[in-house]
C-alpha cells in the first residue's frame, strides 16, 4: 500500500493563511470521510488535530480546518503562529488489507 | 486522563526478537480498538497493526505481516506487539495508540525505541 502524497514543505509568514494537501486514491481518501490530520512537534508523540475530514477535536484551535474534494484532502492553517511550525501528517482509511494509509509527511514552516 | 506507556524497546540483533508492551489506564481499555504505529530515524509515520476491542479481529501493513504479532490482555489493559525476524529497518520508535474503527488515531504514547544493529 502506497503512502497517500503530501508535500514535502509549506511555509508561511505568521497571519498568513498555508493549505497541505493530502492526495490518495479511490480506494482510500476518494471514498471514505475517514481522513484525519496530526501535528508533531520534534520528539513528541503526533497530536490529532481534525478527524474525519472537516471535525476538530475539543480543545484544538478553529485556526485548523479540514476539507475533502474527490481524492485529495486539505488541511489549512489560518491566522500561521509561530507554535504551528510542525510536521503534519494524514491519515485515511483504505478498502485495502492494511486498512490505514498514513501520507508521507508535510514540514510547515513560519518564516 | 488516558495514558499509553509502551516498553520493551532496545537494541537487537538482526534476526532477533523483540516483545513490546503498552499499559494504557484512564479509559476502558476493553472498549477501545488498538494500533501499534511507527516512525524510523527522520522519516514520517507508518501504520504496522490493528486490534479489535476483543482481539478477535487483527490486521497488519504488509512490511510487516508474518513477523509482528499483535495482541491484548483485556484483564491486564495491556496491548502487545511481538515482533520476529527484525530487520535494520525496524529500527524505529513504535507508538501504541487507540483507534476509532475505520477512522482516527486518537490517544498515543511517547513511544519506545527500537534499533536492529549488529
Known amino acids: 500500500q502506497s503512502a497517500l502524497t503530501q508535500p514535502a514543505s509549506v511555509s508561511g509568514s505568521p497571519g498568513q493563511s498555508i493549505t497541505i494537501s493530502c492526495t490518495g486514491t479511490?480506494?482510500?481518501?476518494?471514498?471514505?470521510?475517514?481522513v484525519s490530520w496530526y501535528q508533531q512537534h520534534p520528539g513528541k508523540a503526533p497530536k490529532l488535530m481534525i478527524y474525519?475530514?472537516?471535525n476538530r477535536p475539543s480543545g484544538v484551535s478553529n485556526r485548523f480546518s479540514g476539507s475533502k474534494s474527490g481524492n485529495t484532502a486539505s488541511l489549512t492553517i489560518s491566522g500561521l503562529q509561530a507554535e504551528d511550525e510542525a510536521d503534519y501528517y494524514c491519515l485515511s482509511y483504505t478498502s485495502t488489507f492494511t486498512l490505514y494509509v498514513f501520507g508521507g509527511g508535510t514540514k510547515v514552516t513560519v518564516l | 486522563q488516558v495514558q499509553l506507556v509502551e516498553s520493551g524497546g532496545g537494541l537487537v540483533k538482526p534476526g532477533g526478537s523483540l516483545r513490546l508492551s503498552c499499559a494504557a489506564s484512564?479509559?476502558?481499555?476493553?472498549?477501545?480498538?488498538m494500533s501499534w504505529i511507527r516512525q524510523a530515524p527522520g522519516k514520517g509515520l507508518e501504520w504496522l497493526s490493528y486490534i479489535s476491542s476483543s482481539g478477535n479481529t487483527v490486521y497488519y501493513a504488509d512490511s510487516v505481516k508474518g513477523r509482528f504479532t499483535i495482541s491484548r490482555d483485556n484483564a491486564k489493559n495491556s496491548l502487545y506487539l511481538r515482533m520476529n525476524t527484525l530487520r535494520a529497518d525496524d529500527t524505529a520508535v513504535y507508538y501504541c495508540?487507540?483507534?476509532?474503527?475505520?477512522?482516527?488515531?486518537?490517544?498515543w504514547g511517547q513511544g519506545t525505541l527500537v534499533t536492529v544493529s549488529s
Open positions: 479511490s480506494s482510500d481518501v476518494g471514498d471514505y470521510n475517514y
Open positions: 495508540a487507540t483507534v476509532r474503527v475505520y477512522s482516527y488515531v486518537d490517544y
Open positions: 474525519d475530514v472537516s
Open positions: 484512564g479509559f476502558t481499555f476493553s472498549d477501545y480498538y
